[in-house]
């Protein structure tokens, strides 16, 4: 008969048992996160993203649009369109050929002018030609998955969410603040570790950080704000560039 285990042994089983579903680690400390994220803040005060829209419903189809395509590209095409079309239902009543010839300068345009008039009418069958407000219910539409439901909720009812794209999926590898293999596990930890008074704006500081700074091909450590801090073994100097809050040609201290 086995012998019960005492106390002792019992605690250290407790908390070797979750080592196989144990949670990502960032590399980086409470204090450290905080510091690259207020030093975001004050270069970015009020971060906007870059896709061009009249309200929630034009920015969830900008969205559903900017899939493998450059926001640019996206807002060339859609201004025209969301002068005739800015709700479900006018968009639904322009027609699956007519919104295919307003776009047709976008990558798989004719899947997406048919996943835009889908999702306009499952937004007047289901919601009351609404965009609803959570996200149990945005991926409920053709064409919208969890991204951009986080992008929505978070850019038209400023709720904290984390829209995790290819900029911010490597940004977390590569300096290792939020290491994961695919958008979710990025997500997750990057929603547990940036600080509540900063969640509003993050995904937006991450995304512009990584479109113009921390670049696919090269990161251009001279003008990143936290290079002093990144822990990235690709980084090329440990002096960060000087603190400007975007438009303003005075420096203002990192420390």
């Known amino acids: 008969m086995e012998k019960p285990k005492s106390k002792k042994a019992a605690a250290a089983s407790q908390r070797k048992r979750p080592a196989a579903s144990r949670r990502r680690r960032t590399l980086y400390t409470p204090q450290e996160i905080d510091e690259i994220f207020r030093r975001f803040s004050v270069q970015r005060t009020e971060p906007k993203?870059?896709?061009?829209?009249v309200n929630a419903f034009t920015l969830l189809v900008a969205v559903v649009l900017s899939?493998?395509?450059?926001?640019a590209g996206v807002n060339r095409a859609t201004r025209a369109l969301f002068a005739v079309a800015d709700t479900p239902e006018k968009m639904r009543a322009l027609g699956e050929e007519a919104v295919g010839q307003h776009i047709r300068t976008i990558g798989l345009w004719r899947n997406k002018a048919r996943n835009v008039i889908a999702l306009s009418q499952g937004l007047i069958r289901d919601f009351g030609g609404e965009v609803p407000q959570t996200r149990e219910e945005l991926v409920t539409?053709?064409?919208?998955?969890?991204?951009?439901?986080?992008?929505?909720?978070?850019?038209?009812?400023?709720q904290p969410t984390m829209a995790v794209d290819t900029h911010i999926l490597r940004i977390g590898n590569r300096i290792g603040l939020a290491p994961g293999k695919t958008p979710e596990q990025v997500e997750d930890t990057l929603v547990r570790i940036i600080p509540d008074k900063y969640m509003r704006h993050a995904h937006h500081w991450l995304i512009l950080h990584g479109?113009?700074?921390?670049?696919?091909?090269?990161?251009?450590?001279?003008?990143?704000?936290?290079?002093?801090?990144?822990?990235?073994?690709?980084?090329?100097?440990?002096?960060?560039?000087?603190?400007?809050?975007?438009?303003?040609?005075?420096p203002l201290a990192a420390q």
Do not use: W
Request: net charge neutral.
């Open 49 to 53: 993203g870059e896709l061009e829209h």
């Open 67 to 71: 899939a493998q395509a450059t926001d």
């Open 141 to 158: 539409l053709p064409g919208v998955g969890r991204k951009t439901a986080n992008v929505v909720l978070n850019m038209s009812f400023g």
């Open 211 to 250: 479109r113009y700074v921390c670049k696919a091909r090269k990161p251009d450590c001279p003008a990143c704000v936290i290079a002093d801090i990144c822990k990235s073994p690709e980084k090329t100097t440990s002096t960060p560039a000087p603190l400007v809050p975007i438009g303003d040609p005075e």
